[in-house]
C-alpha cells in the first residue's frame, strides 16, 4: 500500500539525525481537520523559473520582497516563513509515525518519494511566495550548479542585507566553485579540475550510472516500511554535497543546509531544490522512449498534506507530481555541459 500522508494531530518531537539527539524545538504544524484532495488548477500563465545566477536587478527585488512578506507573516500561520522551514524538519527529522504503524517514522528522503515530495513542497512554497507579492508568475530561482556559470552561490545570497541572507553558512565557500563530491573537506583541487570533476558527476548520476528508474529516483518505500531502503543517484551525489557544502561549520551541527531539521531556514534551500527539481525533468526528458515514471501504484498513489497559499490545508498525490508542465511551472532553458561530458 502507498505512504500515507501524516496525521498533523499526532506530530511529535523530532531528532537531530546527524546527532541522533531528540531535537529541543517543535517542528509541528498547526492543526487542522478540514483536509482538500487537491485538484490541480489548470495553468493559465506559466511560472517561469529562472537561473539564479542571471536574474535582473528587479526580480532580486521582488523575490526579497516576497521572502519579507513571508517573515512578517504571523508565527502560526502555516505560510509564514520558519512554518514552511518546519515542514522539512517535520516530515523529515521522525516528527511524523506512518499512519498505522505507531513504531515507524515518515521518512521522504532515501527513497522514491524523494523528487515528488520536494517537487510538491516547492510547488506551495513558490505559489504562497507570488500570492504575497499577487504574482501568479512568479517562478523561484534555480541554483544551476550543474553548468560552470552556476557553481558558485548565486551572487544574490551573499547580500547581508536581504531578507535571502543566511549568516549560517560555510564562510569558505561564499565566493569558491562548488565541489559536487563534498564530503566535509575541501579537496584542494584547482577551479578547473573542481569544474571538471562536477562534470563527470553529473553525467554519471543523470546518465552513466542509471539503467532503471529506481537508480534515479530511489528505492520503493511503502506504508509499513522501515526508512531508508536507498537513494537515487542525484540524491545521494550532488544534492547530499549540496548540502554539506553549504552548511556552517561553526554550528553544532551542520546548520543551516547542512542538517534535515534547519536546511529550510536557508533561502538558498528552495534555490538548491529548484535544480533538483530541475534534474527531475531533465533525466525524464532523457529518458526518450524508456520508462520516465514508476507504474506502481503504490509510487502514483502516495500523498503528502501541505498548507497550500490560501492557508488550506490539502492533500496531494505523487501521481500529479510528475509533469512540472502540468503544474504550472517551467525552466529558464540553460546549457548542458554535462550531457556531452562522457569521459
Ligand atoms: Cu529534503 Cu535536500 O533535502
Not at 19 to 44: A, E, F, K, M, S
Not at 93 to 103: E, L, P, R, T, W
Not at 207 to 222: A, L, S, T, W
Request: glycine residues 6%.
Amino acid at each position: 500500500a502507498p505512504i500515507q500522508p501524516p496525521d498533523l494531530s499526532k506530530c511529535g518531537p523530532a531528532t537531530n539525525l546527524n546527532t541522533g539527539q531528540q531535537l529541543d524545538y517543535n517542528c509541528c504544524p498547526p492543526v487542522t481537520n478540514r483536509i482538500i484532495d487537491y485538484q490541480l488548477p489548470r495553468p493559465t500563465v506559466m511560472r517561469f523559473r529562472p537561473s539564479a545566477h542571471l536574474v535582473t536587478k528587479d526580480y532580486i527585488f521582488k523575490y526579497n520582497r516576497a521572502v519579507e512578506l513571508m517573515k512578517a507573516l504571523p508565527a502560526d500561520d502555516p505560510r509564514n516563513y520558519t512554518q514552511q522551514a518546519n515542514i522539512h524538519c517535520a516530515y523529515c527529522n521522525g516528527a511524523y509515525d506512518q499512519v498505522g504503524f505507531q513504531d515507524l517514522d515518515i521518512q521522504v528522503h532515501n527513497c522514491w518519494l524523494f523528487f515528488p515530495f520536494h517537487r510538491w513542497y516547492l510547488y506551495f512554497y513558490e505559489r504562497i511566495l507570488g500570492n504575497l507579492i499577487g504574482d501568479p508568475t512568479f517562478g523561484l530561482p534555480f541554483w544551476n550548479w550543474d553548468n560552470p556559470q552556476g557553481m558558485t552561490i548565486p551572487p544574490m545570497f551573499n547580500n547581508s542585507r536581504s531578507a535571502i541572507y543566511d549568516e549560517k553558512r560555510n564562510q569558505n565557500h561564499l565566493t569558491s566553485i562548488i565541489d559536487l563530491g563534498y564530503n566535509g573537506t575541501d579537496s584542494g583541487n584547482t577551479p578547473l579540475q573542481t569544474v571538471g570533476n562536477n562534470l563527470n558527476i553529473m553525467y554519471s548520476e543523470m546518465i552513466r550510472n542509471v539503467k532503471v528508474i529506481e537508480d534515479f529516483m530511489g528505492q520503493p518505500y511503502r506504508a509499513g516500511d522501515a526508512v531508508n531502503p536507498g537513494p537515487g543517484t542525484s540524491e545521494r551525489g550532488s544534492h547530499t554535497a549540496v548540502h554539506i557544502w553549504g552548511g556552517d561549520p561553526r554550528q553544532p551541527s551542520g546548520e543551516n543546509l547542512g542538517n534535515f531539521y534547519s536546511a529550510g531556514r536557508d533561502s538558498l534551500f528552495y534555490s538548491h531544490h529548484a535544480n533538483v527539481d530541475r534534474m527531475w525533468k531533465l533525466w525524464r526528458d532523457l529518458r526518450g522512449s524508456n520508462p520516465k515514471d514508476f507504474t506502481d501504484r503504490d509510487w502514483l498513489n502516495a500523498s503528502f498534506v501541505f498548507y497550500d497559499e490560501n492557508a488550506r490545508l490539502v492533500r496531494v498525490k505523487v501521481s500529479d507530481s510528475v509533469s512540472n508542465e502540468r503544474m504550472g511551472y517551467v525552466f529558464q532553458k540553460v546549457d548542458i555541459p554535462w550531457l556531452n561530458n562522457r569521459p
